[in-house]
T-cell receptor, first 116, second 114 residues
Framework: AQSVAQPEDQVNVAEGNPLTVKCTYS??????LFWYVQYPNRGLQFLLKYITGDNLVKGSYGFEAEFNKSQTSFHLKKPSALVSDSALYFC??????????????FGAGTRLAVHP | DTGVSQDPRHKITKRGQNVTFRCDPI?????LYWYRQTLGQGPEFLTYFQNEAQLEKSRLLSDRFSAERPKGSFSTLEIQRTEQGDSAMYLCASNPGQGTYEQYFGPGTRLTVT
């Protein structure tokens, strides 16, 4: 079964320090993977995606993610955290439907708290 | 380019009442999805439309739930005889197809059933 896991409920980091939010996946077929961010009472904002090609993908707001096939991971990273990065982050992968990829399967989310 | 919009943003209803939510996708996005998100969880897929055709429904979508996209543009999600367990955030997303894999989400409708 397709699944995406986020092993940490919360990540705490000091402003200016690097941050990592972890994601592992178990999918059959091409592992299309995504990161989304959710601010309070808001919908999900797309940050970045891995479809194919370079294992390091860059996205919005200075975020990047590293796809690692051998470790089945897709960790989200940022070199220098900002207080405004504090939010709920979701990793997502492809959920199979008839005809191929369509729906998204989400992890449970990781709350990132960046302290001044 | 406006994003996905949803209406209403918040809905409080009493158990047993019917509610209807609307989603307007990004213009010319032919793929539309509904998800449900409960507190502390990631969104869960409910149903998918390609143009006006509803092509997939999750087992989460009980007989009390119905979704439509009559002209392939906006969509509605109706819940009949609401139950307290229906309290959640209902998210709509759209995607243009054509090799674009990411989905673009609306702000959601938060439903509270009392």
């Amino acid at each position: 079964a397709q699944s995406v896991a986020q092993p940490e409920d919360q990540v705490n980091v000091a402003e200016g320090n690097p941050l990592t939010v972890k994601c592992t996946y178990s999918v059959s077929g091409n592992p299309y993977l995504f990161w989304y961010v959710q601010y309070p009472n808001r919908g999900l904002q797309f940050l970045l995606k891995y479809i194919t090609g370079d294992n390091l993908v860059k996205g919005s707001y200075g975020f990047e993610a590293e796809f690692n096939k051998s470790q089945t991971s897709f960790h989200l990273k940022k070199p220098s955290a900002l207080v405004s990065d504090s939010a709920l982050y979701f990793c997502a992968g492809p959920g199979l439907m008839g005809g191929g990829y369509n729906k998204l399967i989400f992890g449970a989310g990781t709350r990132l708290a960046v302290h001044p | 380019d406006t994003g996905v919009s949803q209406d209403p943003r918040h809905k409080i209803t009493k158990r047993g009442q019917n509610v209807t939510f609307r989603c307007d996708p990004i213009s010319e996005h032919n793929r539309l999805y509904w998800y449900r998100q409960t507190l502390g969880q990631g969104p869960e897929f409910l149903t998918y439309f390609q143009n006006e055709a509803q092509l997939e429904k999750s087992r989460l979508l009980s007989d009390r739930f119905s979704a439509e996209r009559p002209k392939g543009s906006f969509s509605t999600l109706e819940i009949q005889r609401t139950e307290q367990g229906d309290s959640a955030m209902y998210l709509c997303a759209s995607n243009p197809g054509q090799g674009t894999y990411e989905q673009y989400f609306g702000p959601g409708t938060r439903l509270t059933v009392t």
